[in-house]
T-cell receptor
Framework: DTEVTQTPKHLVMGMTNKKSLKCEQH?????MYWYKQKAKKPPELMFV???????INESVPSRFSPECPNSSLLNLHLHALQPEDSALYLC???????????????FGPGTRLTVT | AQSVTQPDIHITVSEGASLELRCNYSYGATPYLFWYVQSPGQGLQLLLKYFSGDTLVQGIKGFEAEFKRSQSSFNLRKPSVHWSDAAEYFCAVNTNAGKSTFGDGTTLTVKP
């Protein structure tokens, strides 16, 4: 199984709402990633988890709160978002992070988020 | 810090014609290079990767890429394009810490 799944596919939320995005993989990967992608732009890295611990936070605003409850699951909790946060949110996974080499990432289909 | 440049924002080719998408990178150490393809509203799919060894790498869907260290380039090629290849193509470079930097992408349009 080389699939990364993401739910929901689409999400519309108001600026006062709290919602969560979910990502799951069953490839035994120990590194998981959140990206934000605006239209016609490349993905921008938000967070990286390695062995369920937060490894990289790219200075993301605190209204985005990641969580990695186990090696297969990655959540992104959303609270008090702004309209400019509307984007495609992509999850990815890779074997693990190593100081010696790098591994390709497998991406999910994304969650299309609209903040009204 | 690493960076990736894809000089061509948009390329149009006729179906059956050959394709080359350009990618230049900047990174101080050994680069880990990737090409991804993204169809509208979808996630990214890995086409191929270069870590070390043979500088000509083969990928899925008939794509190949050549790593040229002297030119800091990793260009993607396909000998005969199919209409289903129309998509957005991203070149990326990884660090050892797993941080990926993507180019701005090249939109490929295929004319019938």
């Amino acid at each position: 199984d080389t699939e990364v799944t993401q739910t929901p596919k689409h999400l519309v939320m108001g600026m006062t709402n709290k919602k969560s995005l979910k990502c799951e993989q069953h490839m035994g990967h120990r590194a998981m990633y959140w990206y934000k992608q605006k239209a016609k732009k490349p993905p921008e890295l938000m967070f990286v988890y390695s062995y369920e611990k937060l490894s990289i936070n790219e200075s993301v605003p605190s209204r985005f709160s990641p969580e990695c409850p186990n090696s297969s699951l990655l959540n992104l909790h959303l609270h008090a978002l702004q309209p400019e946060d509307s984007a495609l949110y992509l999850c990815a996974s890779s074997q693990f992070l190593s100081g010696a080499t790098s591994y390709e990432q497998y991406f999910g289909p994304g969650t299309r988020l609209t903040v009204t | 810090a690493q960076s990736v440049t894809q000089p061509d924002i948009h390329i149009t080719v006729s179906e059956g014609a050959s394709l080359e998408l350009r990618c230049n990178y900047s990174y101080g150490a050994t680069p880990y290079l990737f090409w991804y393809v993204q169809s509208p509203g979808q996630g990214l799919q890995l086409l191929l990767k270069y870590f070390s060894g043979d500088t000509l790498v083969q990928g899925i869907k008939g794509f190949e890429a050549e790593f040229k260290r002297s030119q800091s380039s990793f260009n993607l090629r396909k000998p005969s394009v199919h209409w289903s290849d129309a998509a957005e193509y991203f070149c990326a470079v990884n660090t050892n810490a797993g941080k990926s930097t993507f180019g701005d992408g090249t939109t490929l349009t295929v004319k019938p």
